[in-house]
T-cell receptor, first 114, second 113 residues
Framework: AQSVSQHNHHVILSEAASLELGCNYS??????LFWYVQYPGQHLQLLLK??????LVKGIKGFEAEFIKSKFSFNLRKPSVQWSDTAEYFC????????????FGTGTRLKVLA | NAGVTQTPKFQVLKTGQSMTLQCAQD?????MSWYRQDPGMGLRLIHY???????DQGEVPNGYNVSRSTTEDFPLRLLSAAPSQTSVYFC????????????FGNGTRLTVT
């Protein structure tokens, strides 16, 4: 079955620490990839996206993600987190071969300690 | 620039009651969708629409109805609320579901007692 796995459910970091959140998907066809962020009490917002081209994509607020096709992965990274990065992060896959279907991961709650 | 507007923000229902969650967007997006967000389960698609007059089921459609009479509006109806429908509901839209990201509303927190 098609799925998106986010292995880290809760992450706690101190400010200035580096962040890497894992995302793996199971789907054999072509995909578009997204990371969305949900700040406390707010709606989901797009952090970054990958459709094609350079597999290293940069998003807002210093976040980046790398698509490794051979590993079906799209991990999110940030070199130095800030307290304001405290949020829940969702990886999402849009299948683009055959039917178009969004599949969301279960989310990772990040807490950054000041 | 309103974007995607959901009402109400909070709602408490008794088992068996019915209600409609409203969703409106002012971006002329053809694609609209409803998700529910539950702890540890991420977002699950309930229903979606690719344009006025066209709706289809997502992965968890049971107990919910939708209609799309206009491009702007996509209401979600709970026919007979059950405690299992306690959740946070998000409406999302996009102009191009292949090449553009989803725009989300602020959500409706529903509790069914």
């Amino acid at each position: 079955a098609q799925s998106v796995s986010q292995h880290n459910h809760h992450v706690i970091l101190s400010e200035a620490a580096s962040l890497e959140l894992g995302c793996n998907y199971s789907y054999g066809g072509t995909v578009n990839l997204f990371w969305y962020v949900q700040y406390p009490g707010q709606h989901l917002q797009l952090l970054l996206k990958y459709f094609s081209g350079d597999p290293l994509v940069k998003g807002i607020k210093g976040f980046e993600a790398e698509f490794i096709k051979s590993k079906f992965s799209f991990n999110l990274r940030k070199p130095s987190v800030q307290w304001s990065d405290t949020a829940e992060y969702f990886c999402a896959v849009l299948t683009t071969s055959g039917t178009y279907k969004y599949i969301f991961g279960t989310g990772t709650r990040l807490k950054v300690l000041a | 620039n309103a974007g995607v507007t959901q009402t109400p923000k909070f709602q408490v229902l008794k088992t068996g009651q019915s209600m409609t969650l409203q969703c409106a967007q002012d971006m002329n997006h053809e694609y609209m969708s409803w998700y529910r967000q539950d702890p540890g389960m991420g977002l699950r698609l309930i229903h979606y629409s690719v344009g006025a007059g066209i709706t289809d089921q997502g992965e968890v459609p049971n107990g919910y109805n939708v209609s799309r009479s206009t491009t702007e509006d996509f209401p979600l109806r709970l026919l007979s609320a059950a405690p299992s429908q306690t959740s946070v509901y998000f409406c999302a839209s996009t102009s191009d579901r292949v090449n553009s990201p989803l725009h989300f509303g602020n959500g409706t927190r529903l509790t069914v007692t």
